[in-house]
Nanobody
Framework: QVQLVESGGGLVQPGGSLRLACSPSERIFSFNHMGWYRQAPGKQRELVATLSNGGITDYADSVKGRFTISRDNAKNTVYLQMNSLNAEDTAVYYC?????????????WGQGTQVTVSS
């Protein structure tokens, strides 16, 4: 079973920065793409950013220009650099890895890491 280990969450003041990290138990390139989702209290889980095998990135409009998704192949880790954080970014952040096979899609999830933006 694929495991995704997340780290880097915490409490930060508005305007501050955090970097989340996600290390899968299998090689990053064994997945078609990886990404980050978040879920705030009382809200549905939403896409934050994705990074494809080919290096294509996609971001939610609410984080464009503030968040950056990247990977370190040597460390087999995907990162989410979050800058200019505000209260609306408070949520549990989940790492996601997707493997697409003929007629089947497999989604793997991390345990989630809490990000709280508050003064």
């Amino acid at each position: 079973q694929v495991q995704l280990v997340e780290s880097g969450g915490g409490l930060v003041q508005p305007g501050g920065s955090l970097r989340l990290a996600c290390s899968p138990s299998e090689r990053i390139f064994s997945f078609n793409h990886m990404g980050w989702y978040r879920q705030a209290p009382g809200k549905q889980r939403e896409l934050v950013a994705t990074l494809s095998n080919g290096g294509i990135t996609d971001y939610a409009d609410s984080v464009k220009g503030r968040f950056t998704i990247s990977r370190d192949n040597a460390k087999n880790t995907v990162y989410l650099q979050m800058n200019s954080l505000n209260a609306e970014d408070t949520a549990v952040y989940y790492c996601n890895a997707v493997r697409i096979l003929p007629y089947k899609r497999f989604d793997y999830w991390g345990q989630g890491t809490q990000v709280t933006v508050s003064s």
